[in-house]
């Protein structure tokens, strides 16, 4: 059964189950929901080949250089947080390094910190920063009312 597709200047088609099986299961670096917008995004300059639109020549450079090193070492079958899916070609590398990036932050970082780096900027976001900072914050005495 088809849980997503995205097609190329068409809509997105999402399964409900599988979406709902997502968000039933957090941190396990499946999301189909992010999955499917990110080829959406890789999509904008027309091509799906795992680049999305960047803001300059550096930033593409520095993008394709990160996830070519990566897409390399999953293929060798070295242990990471990516599953082996995302080897299967450069689109569905940044689909599913988008689906780890959000899901399992803590894990992309701390096990793959440049490809974490150029998924932060190109989102604008550091969601490991926030789960860091959320569980100090839940641990002292003020959040916890102790």
């Given at each position: 059964?088809?849980?997503?597709?995205?097609?190329?200047?068409?809509?997105?088609?999402?399964?409900?189950?599988a979406?709902?099986?997502?968000?039933?299961?957090?941190?396990?670096?499946?999301?189909?929901?992010?999955?499917?917008?990110?080829?959406?995004?890789?999509?904008?300059?027309?091509?799906?080949?795992?680049?999305?639109?960047?803001?300059?020549d550096?930033?593409?450079?520095?993008?394709?250089?990160?996830?070519?090193?990566e897409?390399?070492?999953?293929?060798?079958?070295?242990?990471?947080?990516?599953?082996?899916?995302?080897?299967?070609?450069?689109?569905?590398?940044?689909?599913?390094?988008?689906e780890?990036?959000?899901?399992?932050?803590?894990?992309?970082?701390?096990?793959?910190?440049?490809?974490?780096?150029?998924?932060?900027?190109?989102y604008?976001?550091?969601?490991?920063?926030?789960?860091?900072?959320?569980?100090?914050?839940?641990?002292?005495?003020?959040?916890?009312?102790?």
């Amino acid at each position: 059964a088809l849980s997503g597709q995205a097609h190329h200047r068409g809509p997105v088609l999402i399964s409900w189950n599988a979406a709902r099986r997502s968000l039933r299961r957090p941190g396990l670096g499946e999301n189909v929901v992010l999955h499917e917008f990110a080829h959406k995004l890789d999509m904008l300059d027309d091509f799906l080949d795992g680049t999305p639109p960047l803001p300059d020549d550096g930033a593409r450079t520095k993008w394709v250089e990160v996830c070519e090193m990566e897409l390399s070492r999953l293929r060798r079958g070295e242990p990471g947080p990516l599953r082996p899916y995302a080897g299967t070609n450069p689109a569905e590398f940044f689909a599913v390094a988008t689906e780890v990036f959000f899901d399992r932050p803590l894990a992309l970082h701390d096990d793959r910190p440049e490809l974490y780096r150029v998924l932060s900027e190109f989102y604008g976001q550091d969601p490991a920063g926030r789960w860091r900072s959320w569980s100090v914050s839940t641990t002292t005495p003020s959040a916890t009312g102790r």
